[in-house]
């Protein structure tokens, strides 16, 4: 559309005729702006969108419209003040869902009802007529173009945020840089994040706008009830406890009209909030998984066809973009209070980071081989806080500080050793993205360069959270850590399908069996003990040393050394300690495992399931399996040991070692008896870790 031009409607020779008709039309203006709005059953999208107001906002409504008819032949206004404030107006109709040729008709009526003044000389009505014509061009020209600019700006955010999902390796950047670009478009005031916390009340995690970030206050001096997703309380009726029992967009086109906003009424009204939708995401069953709500000062801003389409588009992306980060995070699925998010990032900023070290020892010697460095916060209260609380909480920016001041006091706790006489090595976590984000590589260079510590003695430890790509494990940050000289340690080994898909693509200097493989050992010790043993052998037979993590008790440890796993790791041998206590552990800790004398029922039951193995493979040649039959086994020493308690244990045994010389180790009765057996040992296993 060609704008018009104006000139002749402005000026002084315009506002001459203005003033002198000014009475006239400020009396036309009164009388039409008081009929217009009786005439809106013509037009039933007119009258539902008025009908959406409260009576106050209906007066003010008819004070706007007044006063910018009064504007509109305003003796004193110049063409661009006009524009631009038609052009305001003109946003303000497309995003409340004023449609086009409502606008035209209005401008008609009007123009009709300045054409009827009477009492108008010949003269001075030619001039009014030619003066209203060209400056309602200018108008009309300005309210129409507008929705074709805010459909641009909003095609540019869509871009913004496919970018951003595409980018985003957190759900706290991901989160934020959303809400970010949201909230920048015309008519969103504000907008939040969400997840219900165990009680089923929605706890806000991100937020964009000043509005959200009041509320939260609210909420947290207890002036204002949380969101309820529960149908039965009054803080579950809104749109957002509605999305997420429906799993479906919900709207409120007047907040200040719905019944289910009873609860928050006297706030809407404080912070003149109108409208709002709940847009949920979905996971691949349809359940919601997070809400993302927003909230504007114009009724029924969302359900404007352009908001329609944004919303659609959010929940499409947003869902593929949860989804991809769950798989490859589990702690994006934790849900941090927005509070908590603020207070842990701002501890990490002002020097709260205090890194422990817990030792990792040669299951052979018992000798200290390194120490892992492990992150906590200290908060105002003295309390350490830990990395399953925090790290959700954390984007790329925070991880990368995490990394650089955990780097930092981890090389200084080596030199603070050496001073006491230990050397040893320090393993510190790699967050996957540090394989793709040359920030990390360029914080270790710096780090190193910056200390006299052998490159050697640091091993970075890759985290199975997150899947590298072939092109991103033969790229040149890979090989710049090796060429430093740092180790690579694949950690949490087993606790996903990518973490055995990164032992053939990277060249690992060590294997960390993940420490949720074993932790239920007191209740299933086959599956636990399984996974130890056939991952140790995994690692051996690619080359690599294996540490075990999570050893909580003696029976692991010695499970772990009968498994000929190289090191060990967890609780039973040393808790995560200050580095100033690393010296005194060193001095008083021993390793005292024979792993053919099994001191504890675990222990016994990792040398049956090694004897087992054994049976198995020299089952096709008698002589070798009476051979193997005829020797005294590490489990009968066990049960010697056990003394007069341990008869049925010594009678499983006979009868087992008795079945397998009759009937081999495939036949059925032999299945049996080795059930009855571990079923023995899994008895004794619970009782001693009572």
Known sequence: MSQPKGADAYGNDAAAVLRALTPKIGEATERFVATFYDNLTEYPGQAEIVARLTPSEFARLQAHQNAHLRMLLDPELDEARHRAVARRVGHIHALTGVEPGWIVDGYERYRRVVFDLSGVAQREYRALCDILDRRLSIELHEQLDAPRELNLVQHAALQRIDRLVASSTTFSDLASGLLEILITLEGIVTAAISRPDPQGNLQYEVTGGEKARRYLGMLAAGKAPPISIHADRPTGQGPSGRAWRSGNVEHTLAMALDPGMAVWREMLAEFQLRSAATVPVLDNDDRPQLLIQLWSDLTGHFIIPMRQTLIEHLQRALGHAFARLGQRDQQSLVVVPHGRRLEWRELLQHDGLEMHFQPVVDLTTGALQKVEALARLRNGHGELVHPAQFLPAFGEWELQRLFAQGLDQGIEALHLWEQSGIATKLSINLPPQGLKD?????????????????????????????????????????????????????????????????????????????????????????????????????????????????????????????????????????????????????????????????????????????????????????????????????????????????????????????????????????????GRMEALLAERIAVENE
């Not at 540490?547 to 041998?573: H, P, R, W």
Request: with cysteine; hydrophobic share 40%.
């Open 438 to 674: 040359r920030r990390y590589l360029e914080i270790l260079r710096d780090t190193l360069a910056r200390s006299s510590i052998d490159p050697g003695r640091i091993t970075l430890e890759l985290l199975e959270t997150g899947h590298v790509e072939q092109s991103v494990v033969q790229g040149t940050i890979v090989n710049a850590i090796r060429e430093l000289g740092v180790g690579l340690a694949e950690d949490d080994l087993g606790s996903g399908y990518s973490s055995l898909l990164r032992m053939d693509r990277i060249a690992f200097d060590e294997m960390k069996i993940d420490q949720g493989l074993v932790c239920n050992s007191t209740q299933t010790p086959r599956k636990a003990l399984g996974f130890i043993h056939y991952l140790t052998r995994l690692s051996h037979d690619f080359g690599i040393p294996v540490t075990v993590e999570g050893l909580e008790n003696d029976g692991l440890v010695e499970a772990a050394v009968i498994f000929s796993a190289n090191m060990g790791q967890g609780y039973a041998i040393a808790s995560p300690m200050r580095a100033v206590e690393l010296k005194d552990w060193a001095d008083r800790f021993t390793l005292a495992v024979d792993r053919t004398r099994p001191k504890t029922a675990l222990g016994a039951f990792a040398t049956n399931m090694l004897w087992h193995l054994q049976l198995v493979s020299l089952s096709p040649w008698r002589e070798l399996l009476d051979n193997f039959l005829g020797m005294p086994s590490s489990l009968a020493q066990y049960i010697a040991n056990q003394g007069a308690g341990a008869a049925s244990l010594l009678e499983a045994h006979d009868e087992l070692h008795n079945v397998a010389s009759l009937h081999g180790p495939s036949d059925p009765r032999y299945w049996s008896a080795r």
